[in-house]
């Protein structure tokens, strides 16, 4: 039976998805695995993955992130197209949620000696968690109306950044060890980087087991979008019916490519905003020496976000009431350009915080006001985890992009300063082709 638009039980569940699967976003890519990835490759400040391998360990992270979402750029069209056709989105959902919280929890096991097999594991769960926004995303359609599209959308990021605040602050807890005693603040043994380890088992732990909620209410079936099952020409069937209907549409085909190109800028600071931080930004310690900035100021500058993030996200969705769903993100998109602008010029630790809050306020509005406002352009279609896959697919190869065009310029320059450059370029973009988006759509004849 397909799910009753609406049902606020039902949404709510949805929503517990983003709780769950937040935490990834959090404590794996922004907070606590970039410090402690940093603390294994570098230790003393010497890059051991660089005199060993010849590649800076930062570039080599973010070349295995890029691998990650690169993958799922290939493979989520074909999934969500079978998905599709066979009505069972929830199955997939299901497969990548667990495939990514397992990834996360064998991060537990990250060491030098096997980097390689750690950086697998960074990419398998940036393919887990990515995987199953696809499938994810794809349930806003069939849950909830056009006229609610942005207030549900603002309000799974904005249970995504509670959530994973408050695990953060439970990791906090098991990592901080202010005295430089032999335990932490939770007793655990301050040694070989264990409470850092147990922090990968825990996001984890919460990430499919919050996932359950979700999996529980969400329909374990929806309307297929032929009248059998089918299997992989199905899935190819379903993608190419989509792009007929996808190259039809004018404003819809210029807010994705507007998209793909400010997103690139995103999802990079997102990822990578750590890594550029620790070597930066600068902090004075209590004999006034100037010193890289300090891991609590880095999670200090991580909270800031996600707590603005959240009221970003309220906000954004007023302007939108207001102004319209492609204004709304215009704004967001130029203050993004003045972050890029700014982050160029910063030295010191409390300008980060400053900068930290800035893009809190424009990150969770302006991924909250993407999703729906591609929901509101689509068509009237049952292909709704085909649609969501082009989405999803221009919102991980931009990543890739993104990810792939900071590495190559840091392993080229040696200065990361020069890859916030290319990030206010991807905004530029993304300001001038939003401007082109149409206020009403065109269908024009799709080819043959």
């Known amino acids: 039976m397909p799910a009753i638009k ?13 709780w769950a699967n937040s935490v990834y976003s959090l404590t794996i890519t922004s907070a606590v695995f970039p410090i402690f990835y940093a603390a294994i490759t570098k230790p003393e400040g010497v890059d051991q993955v660089m005199e060993r391998w010849g590649v800076p360990s930062q570039s080599l992270y973010s070349y295995a992130l890029s691998a990650g979402f690169l993958v799922v750029a290939f493979v989520a069209p074909l999934l969500s197209g079978i998905a599709d056709s066979r009505g069972n989105k929830l199955a997939y959902l299901k497969f990548f949620c667990y495939l990514g919280a397992a990834s996360c929890a064998g991060l537990a096991c990250f060491s030098l000696d096997g980097i390689w097999w750690g950086l697998a594991l960074v990419a398998t769960a940036c393919i887990g968690f990515s995987g199953s926004l696809v499938f994810y995303d794809a349930f806003l359609v069939d849950i909830a109306g056009p006229d609610q599209h942005d207030k549900v959308s603002a309000r799974g990021y904005t249970m995504g950044y509670i959530g994973s605040v408050i ?6 807890l098991m990592v901080m060890n202010p005295d430089d005693g032999p335990t932490t603040l939770l007793g655990i043994p301050d040694r070989d980087g264990l409470p850092a380890r147990l922090t990968f088992i825990t996001v984890g732990i919460w990430w499919a087991a919050f996932a359950q909620i979700a999996f529980r209410r969400l329909p374990k079936r929806t309307q297929a979008a032929n009248g059998h099952d089918g299997a992989l020409w199905s899935g190819y069937r379903e993608l190419r019916k989509v ?17 793909f190109v400010f997103n690139m800028g995103i999802q990079t600071v997102m990822y990578l ?8 930004i600068k902090g004075v310690d209590e004999s006034g020496a100037i010193v890289p900035i300090a891991p609590e100021s880095l999670i200090i500058s991580i909270l800031l976000i996600q707590l603005v993030a959240a009221v970003g996200a309220s906000i954004f969705v007023r302007l939108s009431a207001r102004f319209g769903n492609v204004r709304a993100l215009l704004i967001g998109v130029v203050i993004w350009v003045g972050i890029c602008t700014g982050a160029y010029f910063i030295r010191w630790t409390n300008e980060f915080y400053v900068l930290a809050c800035c893009v809190g306020l424009v990150m969770g509005g302006c991924q909250a006001l993407s999703r729906s406002t591609y929901a509101k352009f689509l068509p009237p279609t049952k292909d709704t985890a085909s649609f969501f896959s082009f989405y999803d697919v221009s919102y991980y190869l931009g990543t890739v992009l993104g990810t792939l065009v900071y590495g190559l310029i840091y392993q080229l320059t040696g200065d990361l300063r020069n890859t916030v450059i290319a990030l206010g370029l991807f905004f530029v973009l993304g300001v001038i082709l939003l401007l082109r988006v149409p206020k009403e759509e065109t269908p024009i004849p799709a080819a043959a």
Request: hydrophobic content about 55%.
């Open 167 to 172: 695990l953060l602050i439970i990791n906090l």
């Open 6 to 18: 609406g049902d606020p039980k039902v949404i709510r569940a949805w929503t517990f998805y983003d």
């Open 273 to 280: 905003a750590v890594t550029f931080a620790e070597q930066e």
């Open 243 to 259: 792009w007929g209907q996808l190259r039809a549409t004018v404003r819809l085909k210029r807010f994705l490519l507007a998209f």
